[in-house]
């Protein structure tokens, strides 16, 4: 079959590869008809993760059409249309049993993540084999372990366009006002305006929030969060973002903070230095009210410097962290996609054929023409 590879540092290419076969008998197979690019592949693109190596196939955001089924598999067919979350989990261990199933124990990032977070997590599609080993869904057809755990039927009013992002933009957004706890008249502040944290906004806002405002320095994607939203935007580069969240929250600054700008995009280094993931973590530290809730949702979040831990003990911040939902909340997006009460296609900007997502990911990457997500058929 033909798949999206990564090749090296800024490099990507479409090459055949081995189609997948079932492996276990909870697995199925999927045949891909729309994936979508993330924030979260950056690093990867960048060349800033060791562990990648040429060939592998990316992409975590993705839905098809099942095509084979293991003899396991009880709640899909043949036929029938799935969305498939990022995170991949069994279901059945100590944090699936919880609730935490973006932090499995089974469907893992495997042991070459425990350097850098202490423990693997949950797995996720289009990672390197040694950070967990599911091939990516920029492919023509993709193997879904825990098929019952991590896919789900799409209703027949939701069309593709929309479904493709209930796999991890949508769920990333509602994760995060959920760990932020977002209640009813609380001011919300949102960094970042690409697809999370538009959909971000939107979860703030139908969580009750009285005043959602969205951090950008591009005025494209500031005026499609508020006219999609409700949300009201705040160009960095023309405002004073620290002196208009307080205004804007009564003096205090808002109850809760969310970064949803990603990783950057450049070659940063690692463990410190060079371009950082940090400057909105930051922002949203110092805005943040007292008592109130900092939230990263940061895909790929990597290492950051200069943390401002002082103003997080002396100002009894939260900081919570949720960069991958676990796939519990898509039943409950794609119901509210077909009732029309959550849409996103208007995010898959550009709509190219498989064979040019190299171009796609260039311009998703460099946020030319407009791109906000590229979203691909194979
Ligand atoms: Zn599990």
Redesign the pocket.
């Known amino acids: 079959m033909r798949a999206l590879c990564w090749e090296g540092a800024g490099a990507l290419a479409v090459r055949q590869v081995p189609d997948p076969e079932l492996r276990n008998d909870h697995d199925m197979i999927v045949r891909v008809r729309r994936s979508a690019t993330s924030g979260g592949d950056l690093p990867l693109l960048a060349g800033r993760v060791p562990e990648a190596a040429v060939g592998e196939v990316l992409g975590h955001e993705f839905l098809g059409e099942v095509v084979e089924v293991g003899p396991e598999v009880r709640r899909h067919r043949v036929a029938d249309r799935v969305v498939v979350g990022a995170a991949v ?5 100590w ?2 049993r919880q609730g935490l ?1 973006a932090c ?4 893992t990032s495997g042991p070459a993540a425990e350097p850098a977070w202490g423990q693997p997590t ?1 797995g996720c599609y289009g990672r390197p084999a040694r950070l967990g080993g599911f091939a990516g869904g920029h492919a023509e057809f993709v193997r879904v372990p825990y098929a019952d755990v991590g896919a789900f039927t799409v209703p027949a009013e939701v069309d593709d366009d929309r479904a493709v992002f209930a796999a991890d933009a949508a769920p990333a957004g509602w994760h995060g006002v959920e760990v932020g706890g977002v209640a009813p008249g609380d001011v919300v502040a949102v960094w970042g305006a690409g697809a999370v944290g538009q959909l971000t906004a939107a979860a703030a806002v139908a969580r009750g929030a009285a005043r959602v405002l969205v951090v950008d320095e591009h005025d494209d994607r500031l005026r499609m969060a508020a006219r999609h939203t409700g949300a009201e935007p705040l160009d960095q580069r023309s405002v004073d973002v620290l002196a208009e969240l307080r205004e804007r929250s009564g003096g205090r600054g808002p109850d809760v903070c969310l970064d949803a700008s990603g990783p950057p995009p450049g070659p940063a280094r690692r463990p410190s230095g060079g371009p950082d993931a940090g400057t909105a973590l930051r922002e949203a530290v110092h805005a943040c009210r007292k008592g109130g809730t900092v939230v990263v949702l940061g895909g790929g979040a990597e290492f950051v410097d200069r943390f401002p831990l002082g103003a997080v003990t002396d100002k009894g911040l939260a900081v919570r962290g949720g960069s991958r939902a676990g796939p519990g909340a898509i039943p409950a997006l794609l119901d509210r996609m077909a009732r029309g009460e959550l849409v996103t296609e208007h995010l898959a900007t550009h709509r190219l054929p498989l064979d040019r997502g190299a171009d796609g990911y260039a311009l998703f990457r460099d946020r030319a023409d407009g791109c906000v997500r590229a979203v691909f058929t194979p």
């Open positions: 989990a069994c279901g059945a261990c944090f699936c199933l499995c124990d089974n469907g949950a």
